[in-house]
T-cell receptor, first 114, second 116 residues
Framework: DAGVIQSPRHEVTEMGQEVTLRCKPI?????LFWYRQTMMRGLELLIY????????DSGMPEDRFSAKMPNASFSTLKIQPSEPRDSAVYFC????????????FGPGTRLTVT | AQKITQTQPGMFVQEKEAVTLDCTYD???????LFWYKQPSSGEMIFLIY??????QNATEGRYSLNFQKARKSANLVISASQLGDSAMYFC?????????????FGQGTELSVKP
């Protein structure tokens, strides 16, 4: 089975530009998570969805960040306008609501904002 | 608030030896889950092992075992017979059971280096 798929794997953009990160969760998983990883702050949850509904977006840094999950197999994280401090690795993860709830991570998107 | 603490920023171990990575947690919840993830230099996050707060036995997965001491609020990862491929960052994480969907809170990580 395919794991969590993220695109693009790398993104380099200029400050002020819009950035859209994409994620396809594992089929059958009904929870989806967006994390950001930086050296300074480590791994932090930005937002998560359950059954396509946003449950907790308290980790979204500010209004420049938005996330959507229009259906069970696709989610986007958008940054508009982007700033250099947004440079990080953004992970998408998914899980089921059964068992141990372990989350399976995608390969990540390395975002660089210049 | 829930918190995960990993006090060892870096660890060294000789190949074929066992190593213990420390993790302590803080929660007021009675029901929670504890996880370990491995992040090699390539960057992906790999799920290793899970321990539920009500599990009476320590979890094991191959060469990985979790030394769960509930009263001390510790969930240390033990890697037996270390291999060069075990060199990576290791993250301890906790799940808040009462948040729908299972939000994970991560520690800062321990970088393990395996020497030949």
């Amino acid at each position: 089975d395919a794991g969590v798929i993220q695109s693009p794997r790398h993104e380099v953009t200029e400050m002020g530009q819009e950035v859209t990160l994409r994620c396809k969760p594992i089929s059958g998983h009904n929870s989806l998570f967006w994390y950001r990883q930086t050296m300074m702050r480590g791994l932090e949850l930005l937002i998560y969805f359950n059954n396509n509904v946003p449950i907790d977006d308290s980790g979204m840094p500010e209004d420049r960040f938005s996330a959507k999950m229009p259906n069970a197999s696709f989610s986007t994280l958008k940054i508009q306008p982007s700033e250099p401090r947004d440079s990080a690795v953004y992970f998408c993860a998914s899980s089921t609501d059964e068992g141990s709830y372990e989350q399976y991570f995608g390969p990540g998107t390395r975002l660089t904002v210049t | 608030a829930q918190k995960i603490t990993q006090t060892q920023p870096g660890m060294f171990v000789q190949e074929k030896e066992a190593v213990t990575l420390d993790c302590t947690y803080d929660t007021s919840d009675q029901s929670y889950g504890l996880f370990w993830y491995k992040q090699p230099s390539s960057g992906e996050m790999i799920f290793l092992i899970y321990q539920g707060s009500y599990d009476e036995q320590n979890a094991t997965e191959g060469r990985y075992s979790l030394n769960f001491q509930k009263a001390r609020k510790s969930a240390n990862l033990v890697i037996s017979a270390s291999q060069l491929g075990d060199s990576a960052m290791y993250f301890c994480a906790m799940r808040d059971v009462y948040n729908q969907g299972g939000k994970l809170i991560f520690g800062q990580g321990t970088e393990l280096s395996v020497k030949p």
